[in-house]
């Protein structure tokens, strides 16, 4: 039985995203792959991450990383002691190449750091001026509305999830695992969904019957398709959804 392996690609900084990236795309033409890259849009404020050390666990995972060999002194510095370079700006030309060379773009976030470490501080309508600003840049660089994202930090709440289900994302991937899911984060419809019922409806009516089932849960939300497993083959067949996405139901 043949082996499919999916690529997604969370490009966290500048320098990641203006040298790590076009390496990347290099690598996947060089063997015929695809990939899914997933952008951090805003200001790179990398070095605000330093209130990390009073975190139980950081000097563990600080030991078996080498934090400057990956990131370079001067993201370390990112909005600290050096002004925080704007992703979004500096590097659209990288940024719509790579969609141009026929990879899956979406959105990783605006601020990393602010996602990742005050998700859950924020409110909703925090969350989404936060994404929305993201959004933005995105529809800037590409011309269209991204699809899918994946969350900083792996950062993910029943507002945040809310936020995109206003997005209205064809899918998102902010976990790890090993089957297509349907997150349920709530006993009772949010705003969103009342907001988005009938649209939401209109795509459960033209999808299997799977999909069908999902519509009767208490809170249907977003695909979420975990990181190592392959996006863009489910999405386009309903028969691997039905095969991956039953189970965790």
Known sequence: MAVRLALKVDADTDRGTRIGIPNLVSDCDEFGAQAC???????????????????????????RTSVVEIYGVRTLLNGTL??????????????????????????????????????DAMDLDEIREEFGRAREEFARIFGEESRTAGAAGWQSNARSREVYDEAELLYSSDTRGTHPFFPRMHPQPTSAQTHHGSRQQQVLDGRA???????QLPVV???????NHDSQSSLSDHGSIRQHAGHPL
């Open 37 to 63: 890259f997933l952008f951090s849009l805003g200001p790179d404020q990398t070095g605000r991450a330093i209130t990390r050390i009073f975190r139980p666990g950081f000097f563990s995972k600080v030991s």
């Open 82 to 119: 050096l002004p925080a370079p704007h992703v979004g700006r500096r590097n659209e030309d990288t940024l719509r190449r790579v969609r141009d060379r026929g990879h899956e773009v979406g959105i990783h976030c605006y601020r990393h750091y602010k996602w990742q470490d005050y998700l």
């Open 209 to 215: 019957a799977i999909l069908q089932k999902i519509a």
């Open 221 to 227: 939300r977003r695909l979420q398709i975990p990181a």
